[in-house]
């Protein structure tokens, strides 16, 4: 286990310290004093794990590759931007864009998301990201999402509060949306269709749950007892009457 | 077309003597023009379904097929015109947005075509190139002001550079709009040149990474087959904000085209629409443009030139401008004549400027404000001959990058129906019957051919300039002359008229 | 209007003229002084070269009285440009002597501005407020005036130096200014063919700024590329000619970027590339890297140029050797012209002659010299000589270079040198040739 400092270093020289000491084989690093640092983990391979104290900068695990980070505190903007593989915990909040383009690994986050978060997620073969939302989403939740699954819980938001903004899976044509307790239907894009989870869907749900619960030590069981309702897109081809040919 | 007021454009004459009803020509063509009737056991066409491509009329081996223009015409109308009419029946028929391929075909003014270029008489000698060195080597990438020499040694290295042997890259052309063939050819090419390749938005396929140093791999809104892998395979990488066919536009690869292998390449499930967004969802103003630049440089470790490419619309030079300062190494402008495997017709035909104009006002802008030598510009949209490369350099592009030139060389005879996927010849196309076609050595071939004669061509002018080395061209506009131009194009492409 | 002949035409600044030329260089390496007549005669002897049209001359070491203070020669056209420069010259200079530059009346010239001298102290505080070293500060001087004050143009303006330039023949110009008067360690010289000017006295070469000072013959065809190079980094080509753009890319990489001269030759007159691709691989990247940020300064197209400096004279063919350029050594005197005849007149049996091939140099200084303040990296301590372009054409292997051409090192000794080492297995270099050491240190 490596600790440092990054208190006044440039992410520059953070980030290079950071993948020699990946390259150097180094399981677990400690940031303490992140401020704003961009690009931790940007184009990280492996399985080592990192540890931010602080509020790490923009771009966070960009293009990451299997590393797993741990933020203890909140997370700004893109995080997990077209990342591979790896697994993100936010202890906090996070801000817009979290798993733009993101093709693959995991996100938990405790607290509440920023606008457009998980847009454009796909899915390809054995890679299905998924996000795990505690809290509630802004605006454009999985806009033109093509693959994966978004699980947003809810956990602090009242009965007559929305745990999603508007515009939700608009341009969507792929992955899933499953949201805790209740959706506000006319928060949809007109591409999305929302139903009652079924069965198979809670199995799906429960199993990142478990993770989630255990990440942030929530019970599982008081998660779990609300009903979940699954959004999905009604056509693959949203967009396929729109031209002539 | 199903369109019912819509008449052919086209008027396929068959030569009855010469036709064998061999059955070639149904065979070729893939928008089923030419039928085989059994009972009669004739070939026969349909006007209606032709569009031109001239596929049946090479492979026709008895010489017996002519296609005309159809020359039925409305009341002759200076405002109503065919087009015009046509385009109306064709939307109230199906509802849609009108859809086209290749470059904007319109009659705006061509300014390559207004330029002439100088020679040397007397006071300084022309060089013959054919016995003299003449140099096109060309490097993109940022440049320090100055360099730091002590002892004779550099005292610090110079950011990284692509190295071209001459100043011309084919521009992004994704598998997905373009075949395999089409772009292995292009990489083949590429390598064998020592130029660049660019994947487009389409990924980059396994069995192309060999071609990797010849690479620029592109990163579009989509981020379509983009990992870290990726990023590293290539010898740059290129952000793709927007190009000259659609600016402002995303991107549409109808699910028909998403097969094995672009499934694969593109890292998205078979058949699936891979829809890019218009803008990049992590850039909504230039300092987020800065985020992405060094997001990518610090995943390759600073390794990598990043480009970064814009439409030409109105505003920019003022965009460039932050764009070189927002840390991009190449700046790379697509001026409204560039060519897309798909566009929106009306986008296509009125959105975004020359790329003349733009490139001129770029150069200069990014000269007043003396930031021109640290970053490179190439500019594309419409690159059709060594003439037009020497034209462009001389306003003040470092490089060019050609697409629809190259997809002639390897056989497009600029039908425009791209967005189909039928291209008979193997090229705009994903259809596996259509795409072998096109044997990939052969095109390679081609495209080496063609660039080598432009190279001799550029030499030969760059010669007759008394210039030896390419950079000494570079933003050298009183190598230039305009003809037929008034004042205020010639004051914003920044060359005199010819005579002055 | 003195400075026009005819109002109809445009003059260099108002429209770009290329002209061929005559050019000729003495200079004294001991830094003794010697009158004006042999450059006189050198240059006269090239009449042919030249039409009538303009001609002019370097001196250096001609004012020792005020060699601290910038001397500024200036034409002005009527006396309201004079009070106006005065003005100015008054709020950012201490003028400590000034007087109307002598001449005399010659048949041949004729339409002569108001020609005056001035020496001058920059005012201290002013350089503070503006936040310049001293050089630019005078620098911004001269491009302020030469760009703003209509008919007045400063043709000099370094320290214990002038030029002295006017339309006309050579000859007759150095007899209008009395140059077999004054007395300098090192001269140049230039008579010109333009080939489309009303002949102003302003465009006349050398062209100066600070102590550097270009004779050009050839119209180069980078022009556009150079100049526009150059002016992001402040410099106001006012007059288009080939020779202010020379002069200020000397002025920006040896002054302002501070790289040693033979860089500057590499920059301006740079190797092929398949001779970089055949180079030691640190030379190669060094090359590479020259090529790579300072393309847009190599001069393409014909040129042969001699640039005057406090400390002597650099004259260089361009790569391709479209103009002519001998040089020659006698005792402490390095003499080069465009032909050899222009040499033989003032020097009948030089100790040697050569012809330097393109791109290679000519650097001539004072023995007493470090190359303007740095130590030049191939020619250190090296006086004057003539590098054959061969030093860079080496075959690849480490230390193994080929020196031909004359070398003199410090200390006056005269070596002739036409073979090729090997660092590692010749043993005979000579030791007194720090060349080969810095070499080896590459």
Redesign the interface.
């Known amino acids: 286990m490596r600790i440092l400092d990054a208190l006044n270093v440039h992410y520059r020289d953070l980030n290079k310290i950071v993948k020699e000491l990946i390259n150097s084989g180094e399981s677990e690093i400690i940031l303490k004093n992140v401020h704003g640092q961009r690009y931790i983990g940007a184009g990280a391979k492996g399985n080592h794990k990192l540890i931010i104290e602080g509020i790490p900068g923009n771009d966070m695990a960009a293009y990451m590759d299997g590393l797993t980070i741990s933020i203890k505190g909140n997370a700004q903007d893109a995080v997990g931007n077209t990342m591979n593989s790896g697994r993100i915990i936010v202890y906090g909040n996070a801000g817009d864009i979290v798993g733009y383009a993101m093709r693959g690994g995991e996100i938990f986050i405790l607290g509440d998301v920023g606008y457009r978060v998980g847009i454009h997620m796909k899915e390809y073969e054995d890679k299905k990201p998924v996000i795990v939302i505690g809290g509630k989403a802004g605006d454009f939740l999985g806009e033109y999402m093509a693959g994966g699954i978004i699980i947003i819980l809810g956990l602090n938001t009242s009965d007559a509060e929305d745990s999603i903004g508007n515009f939700c899976g608009i341009g969507m044509h792929g992955g899933t949306i499953y949201v805790r307790k209740h959706v506000n239907i006319n928060k949809l894009g007109k591409e999305v269709i929302a139903v009652e989870a079924s069965m198979e869907d809670i199995c799906i749900i429960a199993g990142y749950v478990k993770k989630f619960s255990h990440f942030f030590n929530i019970d599982f069981h008081s998660v779990m007892k609300e009903k979940f309702i699954k959004l999905y897109a009604h056509d693959s081809r949203p967009y396929g009457k729109l031209y002539a040919y | 077309m199903s369109a019912a007021y819509l008449t052919p454009e086209y008027i396929i004459e068959r030569n009855k003597e010469r036709c064998t009803n061999c059955q070639i020509c149904v065979k070729q063509c893939s928008f089923g023009a030419h039928s085989f009737l059994k009972e009669e056991k004739i070939v026969v066409s349909d006007d209606a379904k032709c569009v031109n491509c001239h596929r049946c009329i090479v492979y026709c081996p008895k010489r017996a097929l002519v296609i005309k223009k159809n020359p039925l015409e409305f009341r002759e109308n200076a405002n109503w015109t065919d087009k015009a009419i046509k385009e109306i029946y064709k939307q109230a028929e199906t509802g849609g947005i009108l859809l086209c391929g290749m470059g904007n075909d319109r009659p705006y003014p061509i300014y390559w075509d207004h330029i002439l270029i100088n020679a040397s008489q007397v006071t300084n000698p022309s060089i013959d190139p054919l016995r003299e060195p003449m140099e096109l080597k060309t490097f993109l990438g940022r440049k320090p002001d100055k360099l730091k020499i002590q002892n004779g040694k550099l005292m610090e290295d110079l950011p990284p550079q692509l190295e071209l042997e001459m100043p011309v890259m084919f521009s992004a052309m994704s598998f997905g709009s373009i075949s395999y063939n089409a772009c292995e050819a292009l990489a083949m090419a590429a390598t064998q040149l020592g130029i660049m390749y660019n994947t487009g938005e389409g990924g980059f396929h396994k069995n192309l990474r060999k071609y990797g140093k010849n690479t620029i791999v592109q990163v579009a809104s989509g981020r379509f087959g983009v990992d870290i892998d990726y990023l590293l395979a290539g010898a740059a990488i290129e952000i793709k904000i927007g190009q000259g066919a659609k600016p402002g536009i995303g991107g549409h690869l109808p699910g028909e085209k998403v097969g094995p292998e672009v499934s694969a390449t593109r890292m998205i499930p078979l058949g699936t629409d891979a829809l890019s967004p218009a803008p990049h969802h992590d850039i909504y103003s230039i300092e987020d443009l800065r985020q992405l630049i060094y997001s990518l440089k610090e995943a390759t470790d600073y390794q990598k030139p990043v480009l970064v490419k814009i439409a030409a619309v109105h505003n920019i030079a003022a965009i460039c401008s932050g764009i070189a300062r927002a840390g991009a190494d190449i700046i790379v402008i697509d001026g409204f004549r560039g060519g897309t495997g798909a566009a929106p017709l009306r986008i296509r035909d009125n959105v975004g400027i020359p790329v003349e104009f733009a490139l001129a006002a770029v150069d200069s802008r990014l000269r007043s404000e003396g930031i021109r030598n640290q970053i490179s510009l190439v500019c594309g949209g419409s690159i059709r001959n060594s003439a037009d490369i020497i034209k462009a350099i001389a306003l003040g592009a470092d490089a060019v990058y050609i697409g629809s030139s190259a997809l002639i060389a390897m056989g497009c005879h600029m039908c425009q129906m791209c967005y189909t996927g039928k291209c008979n010849w193997g090229i705009a196309t994903q259809n596996p019957d259509l795409a072998k076609r096109l044997n990939p050595k052969v095109a390679s071939t081609k495209l080496v051919n063609l660039l080598t004669a432009w190279a001799n061509e550029m030499k030969e002018m760059l010669g007759g300039m008394g210039i030896n080395a390419i950079e000494s061209l570079r933003g050298n506009r009183l190598m230039l002359r305009g003809i037929g131009l008034n004042d205020r194009e010639l004051n914003i492409l920044g060359i005199k008229a010819a005579g002055e | 209007m003195l400075t026009r002949k005819s109002e109809m035409l445009l003059h260099e600044g108002e429209i770009?003229i290329?002209?061929?030329c005559a050019i000729s260089g003495i200079i004294n390496k001991k830094g003794k002084s010697f009158s004006g007549e042999d450059i006189i005669k050198s240059i006269s002897l090239m009449h042919e070269r030249s039409n009538g049209l303009g001609g002019g001359f370097a001196a250096y070491g001609i004012y020792p009285e005020y060699k601290d203070l910038y001397a500024f020669h200036i034409f002005y056209d009527d006396f309201n440009a004079k009070n106006i420069t005065e003005q100015f010259l008054n709020e950012f200079f201490h003028i400590k002597a000034c007087d109307k530059l002598p001449t005399r009346k010659v048949p041949g010239i004729a339409d002569a501005p108001i020609i005056w001298r001035y020496f001058a102290k920059p005012k201290e505080g002013k350089i503070m407020d503006l936040q310049l070293n001293e050089d630019d500060y005078v620098m911004w001087c001269v491009m302020k005036i030469n760009s703003e004050i209509k008919g007045a143009f400063i043709i000099s303006s370094g320290k214990n130096m002038g030029v002295f330039k006017a339309v006309g023949y050579p000859e007759d110009v150095a007899e209008f200014y009395m140059l077999d008067k004054y007395k300098g360690y090192c001269w140049t010289a230039h008579g010109r063919f333009p080939?489309n000017t009303p002949g102003w006295w302003g465009g006349a070469h050398p062209f100066n700024l600070l102590d550097w000072t270009i004779v050009h013959n050839?119209?180069?065809?980078?022009?556009?590329?150079n100049r526009?190079?150059i002016?992001?980094?402040g410099y106001k080509c006012t007059l288009q000619t080939d020779t202010e753009a020379i002069t200020y890319i000397f002025d920006l990489l040896v002054r302002r970027?501070g790289?040693?001269v033979d860089?500057v030759v590499s920059v301006i007159a740079?190797p092929?590339?398949?001779q970089i691709e055949r180079m030691d691989y640190?030379?190669r990247?060094?090359m590479k890297?020259?090529?790579?940020?300072?393309?847009?300064l190599?001069v393409?197209?014909?040129f042969s140029i001699i640039l005057g400096f406090k400390d002597g004279f650099v004259a260089l063919n361009d790569?391709?050797k479209?103009r002519s350029l001998v040089a020659a050594k006698k005792g402490d005197f390095v003499y080069v012209a465009s032909e050899e005849s222009a040499i033989k007149i003032i020097c009948s049996q030089p100790d040697t002659t050569w012809y330097p091939k393109g791109g290679e140099p000519v650097i001539a200084v004072l023995d007493n010299s470090d190359l303007i303040g740095q130590k030049a990296?191939?020619f250190k301590n090296i006086i004057d000589m003539s590098i054959n372009k061969d030093i860079f054409d080496n075959d690849g292997i480490y230390g193994n270079i080929k020196v031909t051409g004359k070398i003199a090192v410090n200390g006056g000794i005269s070596k002739d040198f036409n073979k090729e080492f090997n660092k590692d297995l010749d043993n005979d270099m000579p030791e007194d040739i720090e060349l080969l050491a810095?070499v080896e240190?590459?």
Do not use: C, Q
């Open positions: 770009r290329p002209s061929g080939t050839g119209e180069i065809s980078s022009y556009d590329t526009k190079y002016e992001m980094f970027h790289l040693p860089i740079s092929f590339w398949y640190r030379l990247a060094l890297a020259i090529r790579i940020v300072y393309g847009s190599l393409n197209g014909p790569r391709l479209l990296w191939l810095e240190s590459l």
